[in-house]
């Protein structure tokens, strides 16, 4: 592993469960960790989410670290409607991923979802949202985006039943400008989710990232399960998560095997919402 990765998460790690924690209430922890589980709840949060990955590039001797800094607003639109704005703002460190390219590092490309929910469950118990999704060509170098202008719809559903939450996630995003020397894009992302909350507010999460790119017609399986406990700092609610997974299928130079992630998501006052 490179040593500005291994300097980077072990900082990341240091931070994440070394900083001073305050006891959570029962009830209210176990509620506020279960909402964390459901992508349309109006909260605004700010969640880090840290990914390694190896195994990469032609040769498997590639390793990838990747920041997600990925804030959600809600946004109040009536009493029956909300907006919810998720963003996801990619920091990429990697090294021999491109052979000959040595390491790169810097800002990958932004992605935009808003999703249009009500703020009522259907009588059957489902939450839904429906919306756009942009893709920024925001890379900081060449080998960390794609150099393209993508958009398309995206949507999610899912139930909390208990101590429960299970849903899909899904988008698709087609490239309408930007380099024309880059591959045109033209991929589905699918989503699916499942956790399980205890009353003393620690969650077990399970869920997969699957990803198709139809002009290879690749795809990119990951399973991820994860443990994460709703703590304070000072007043402040913050998930703390970590969890690994495993490639079930990649391209021939995407990342194999095990992979790990690491996660802080902050729960913030919601200045654009009310319930």
Same mark, same amino acid.
């Given at each position: 592993?490179?040593?500005?990765?291994?300097?980077?998460?072990?900082?990341? !790690?240091?931070?994440?469960?070394?900083?001073?924690?305050?006891?959570?209430?029962?009830?209210?922890?176990?509620?506020?960790?279960?909402?964390?589980?459901?992508?349309?709840?109006?909260?605004? !949060? %700010?969640?880090?989410?840290?990914n390694f990955d190896k195994d990469i590039g032609?040769?498997?001797? =590639?390793?990838?670290?990747?920041?997600?800094?990925?804030?959600?607003?809600p946004f109040h639109i009536n009493e029956n409607w909300n907006l919810i704005s998720r963003t996801i703002v990619p920091l990429i460190f990697q090294d021999d991923v491109f052979l000959s390219q040595g390491s790169q590092s810097?800002?990958?490309? %932004?992605?935009?979802?808003?999703?249009?929910s009500p703020k009522q469950a259907t009588k059957n118990g489902l939450l839904w949202g429906i919306g756009p999704i942009f893709l920024l060509?925001?890379?900081?170098?060449?080998?960390?985006?794609?150099?393209?202008?993508?958009?398309?719809? !995206?949507?999610?559903?899912?139930?909390?039943? =208990?101590?429960?939450?299970?849903?899909v996630l899904a988008n698709h995003v087609w490239s309408f400008a930007g380099d024309d020397d880059r591959s045109d894009i033209s991929s589905t992302f699918v989503q699916p989710f499942v956790s399980y909350t205890w009353p003393n507010a620690w969650t077990l999460s399970l869920q997969s990232e699957t990803d198709h790119n139809w002009r290879t017609e690749k795809w990119?399986?990951?399973?991820?399960?994860?443990?994460?406990?709703l703590v304070y700092f000072g007043r402040l609610p913050v998930s703390l998560q970590a969890g690994m997974g495993y490639w079930l299928d990649s391209p021939e130079t995407g990342p194999e095997g095990w992979r790990f992630r690491l996660q802080m998501n902050f729960v913030l006052p919601n200045l654009f919402s009310s319930k």
């Open positions: 592993m490179g040593k500005k990765i291994r300097v980077i998460i072990f900082i990341l !790690t240091i931070i994440a469960f070394t900083s001073p924690l305050f006891p959570v209430c029962a009830d209210d922890g176990a509620d506020l960790a279960q909402d964390l589980t459901n992508p349309l709840a109006d909260l605004m !949060t %700010i969640p880090i989410q840290m032609a040769e498997d001797e =590639g390793e990838r670290l990747r920041i997600n800094i990925q804030p959600v607003i810097g800002l990958g490309d %932004i992605s935009l979802s808003l999703f249009l060509p925001s890379a900081t170098d060449s080998l960390l985006g794609g150099e393209k202008w993508g958009a398309g719809p !995206t949507a999610v559903v899912l139930t909390m039943r =208990g101590p429960w939450t299970m849903g990119s399986v990951p399973v991820n399960l994860a443990l994460s406990k």
